[in-house]
């Protein structure tokens, strides 16, 4: 039972334009909710964050929307870069300071020059 | 400060071999986490530490057992490999704070 989707395998956007990552998520006791980004041959970094008590949280050209009645995330990248070309997996765990992630199967984004 | 350092980088085993993949972290971090990365299949969580003394199962161990030597060190061992556990294996570490990353050991079984 997948407890957190990420069903589209892949996205492709020009360069400048924006980037939408989905995320949804089942398990109703998620509250800690993250992306991480992963470039070939490295480990995933750590991208952003959100706790269930904010509907948004924005890093520079990076935000993410939580929707909790609909259990759903969205990843915002505004304007997208060549360089933003990587995997992303959004994760997400029960509020504690260690809880288990569980994480998506990550989205392959492209960003055309 | 490395941060998280896996060895070995690559590794390919025969059906039955057994081996050990090493994970160290220089961040004073409590908590140690192997996972694996299969395509399409996104990170899947094989054991963890919550602490030093600490190892809990996560969604996928079996054939696999770990080893937290100590606060920095937390090894996963595979006792008679099989061609499923070929995988990319990622060590990370956390201390109230999101997971930190190595850099995997990308393991073949033929």
């Known amino acids: 039972d997948q407890q957190v989707k990420q069903n589209s395998p892949s996205l492709s956007v020009q360069e400048g334009r924006i980037s939408i990552l989905n995320c949804d998520y089942t398990?109703?006791?998620?509250?800690?909710f993250l992306w991480y980004k992963k470039y070939p041959a490295e480990g995933p970094t750590f991208l952003i964050s959100i706790s269930s008590i904010k509907d948004k949280n924005e890093d520079g050209r990076f935000t993410v929307f939580l929707n909790k009645s609909a259990k759903h995330l969205s990843l915002h990248i505004v304007p997208s870069q060549p360089g933003d070309s990587a995997v992303y997996f959004c994760?997400?765990?029960?509020?504690?300071?260690?809880?288990?992630?569980?994480f998506g199967k990550g989205i392959t984004l492209s960003v055309r020059p | 400060n490395a941060g998280v350092t896996q060895t070995p980088k690559f590794q390919v085993l025969k059906t039955g071999q057994s081996m050990t993949l090493q994970c160290a972290q220089d961040m004073n971090h409590n908590s140690m986490y192997w996972y694996r990365q299969d395509p399409g299949m996104g990170l899947r969580l094989i054991y963890y530490?919550?602490?030093?003394?600490?190892?809990d199962k996560g969604e996928v161990p079996n054939g696999y057992n770990v080893s937290r030597l100590n606060k920095r060190e937390f090894s996963l061992r595979l006792e008679s490999a099989a061609p499923s556990q070929t995988s990319v294996y990622f060590c990370a570490s956390r201390e109230n704070s999101p997971l930190h990353f190595g850099n995997g050991t990308r393991l073949t079984v033929t």
């Open positions: 398990n109703s006791m998620f509250d800690y």
């Open positions: 994760a997400a765990s029960p509020l504690g300071a260690n809880s288990k992630l569980t």
């Open positions: 530490s919550a602490s030093e003394g600490t190892t």
